[in-house]
């Protein structure tokens, strides 16, 4: 029989997609707030081409940039930040309609995830509605795809912040 331990660490996690580049230093500044430093961010990518799923309700240009954060957190209460991020969400809305999306997740020495409020085959339910979809496996010294891996976290860019993030959390847990 295997012991119960301490739930794993890892570095919290924010992909954030908006419809007007100025509210990126607004949300940036209320995560580090809330949650701690930027460790690691990309640039400001361009989205809209990327996907229409957001465009009805956000728009036609949108930009989308990643963030991995610092300190070191526990695994223990993870699907705490979806609800948080629905609620930033829900601040920034007009009219029913967003103007940020916010997808928060954690990556581990050996995955990482994505936390949604949708279920589906290949997501784990965790609480209080939140699942979370395990994204990419780190496996052979690489993170590695799965077939249900969203185009932009197979990205150079995304993928180099993942493993910087990676370096950083296995370097200091």
Same mark, same amino acid.
Do not use: C
């Given at each position: 029989?295997?012991?119960?331990?301490?739930?794993?660490?890892?570095?919290?996690?924010?992909?954030?997609?908006?419809?007007?580049?100025?509210?990126?230093?607004?949300?940036?500044?209320?995560?580090?707030?809330?949650?701690?430093?930027?460790?690691?961010?990309?640039?400001?990518?361009?989205?809209?081409?990327?996907?229409?799923?957001?465009?009805?309700?956000?728009?036609? %240009?949108?930009?989308?940039?990643?963030?991995? @954060? #610092?300190?070191? +957190?526990?695994? $223990?209460?993870?699907?705490? &930040? !979806?609800?948080?991020?629905?609620?930033?969400?829900?601040?920034?809305?007009?009219?029913?309609?967003?103007?940020?999306?916010?997808?928060?997740?954690?990556?581990?020495?050996?995955?990482?995830?994505?936390?949604?409020? %949708?279920?589906?085959?290949?997501?784990?339910? @965790? #609480?209080?509605? +939140?699942?979370? $979809?395990?994204?990419?496996? &780190? !496996?052979?010294?690489?993170?590695?795809?799965?077939?249900?891996?969203?185009?932009?976290?197979?990205?150079?860019?995304?993928?180099?912040?993942?493993?910087?993030?990676?370096?950083?959390?296995?370097?200091?847990?």
């Amino acid at each position: 029989m295997g012991k119960i331990l301490k739930a794993p660490f890892g570095l919290l996690f924010f992909a954030i997609t908006v419809n007007d580049k100025n509210l990126f230093k607004i949300i940036e500044k209320i995560i580090t707030k809330k949650y701690g430093n930027i460790l690691f961010e990309s640039e400001i990518l361009n989205f809209d081409e990327k996907t229409n799923y957001y465009k009805k309700e956000m728009g036609e %240009k949108l930009w989308k940039k990643y963030y991995s @954060l #610092e300190p070191i +957190i526990s695994l $223990e209460n993870i699907f705490q &930040y !979806k609800h948080d991020s629905n609620e930033l969400e829900d601040q920034f809305s007009n009219d029913n309609k967003r103007n940020v999306n916010i997808d928060p997740g954690y990556i581990t020495l050996f995955n990482f995830s994505l936390l949604t409020t %949708k279920g589906y085959s290949h997501r784990i339910y @965790l #609480e209080k509605g +939140i699942y979370s $979809e395990i994204t990419l496996i &780190y !496996k052979n010294k690489k993170y590695e795809y799965l077939p249900w891996t969203y185009p932009d976290y197979k990205s150079d860019d995304v993928l180099k912040l993942l493993e910087k993030s990676r370096i950083f959390l296995k370097n200091n847990i």
